[in-house]
C-alpha cells in the first residue's frame, strides 16, 4: 500500500525558502508520478509540480507557471523521499501543500488533482509579507 508523508512547513518571510519533503513508502510501480499540489483556505486544490521517474531516471517535469523558475522537485532514492525546494517565496504562496503519487505518467492527468490515487495529509506553508 502506498502511503506519503508531508514534512518541512512553516511560516517564512516574503523572499525566504523552504524545503518540503514527502516520504513514499509502498511505491513500487517502475514508472510513476510524484505531484505537489496547494490549497488556499476558500480556493481549489491548485497543482504546483510533478515529475515522473521510469526505473529511477528521471522523465518529464511539469511545472504551474506561478512557480516556474523559483520551485524545484527532486528525489532521494536512499530516502524515499522527494523535496519541493520553494525559493523566492510570496504571500501567494501561502498554502497547505500535498504531495501525491500514481504510477505511470500522462500529461493528460499529471497536473489535475483527481488524476493522483495517493495524497499524504499535507503541511502548511504561510509566507509573512
Known amino acids: 500500500q502506498v502511503q506519503l508523508g508531508e514534512s518541512g512547513g512553516g511560516l517564512v518571510q516574503t523572499g525566504g525558502s523552504l524545503r518540503l519533503s514527502c516520504a513514499t513508502e509502498g511505491v513500487i510501480f517502475n514508472t510513476y508520478t510524484i505531484g505537489w499540489f496547494r490549497q488556499a483556505p476558500g480556493k481549489e486544490r491548485e497543482f504546483v509540480l510533478a515529475q515522473s521517474w521510469s526505473g529511477g531516471v528521471p522523465l518529464t517535469a511539469d511545472t504551474a507557471d506561478s512557480v516556474k523558475g523559483r520551485f524545484l522537485i527532486s528525489r532521494d532514492n536512499s530516502k524515499n523521499t522527494v523535496y519541493l525546494q520553494m525559493n523566492s517565496l510570496k504571500p501567494e504562496d501561502t498554502a497547505v501543500y500535498y504531495c501525491?503519487?500514481?504510477?505511470?505518467?500522462?500529461?493528460?492527468?499529471?497536473?489535475?488533482?483527481?488524476?493522483?490515487?495517493?495524497w499524504g495529509q499535507g503541511t502548511q506553508v504561510t509566507v509573512s509579507s
Open positions: 501525491a503519487a500514481r504510477g505511470g505518467y500522462d500529461r493528460a492527468w499529471s497536473s489535475s488533482a483527481s488524476g493522483y490515487n495517493y
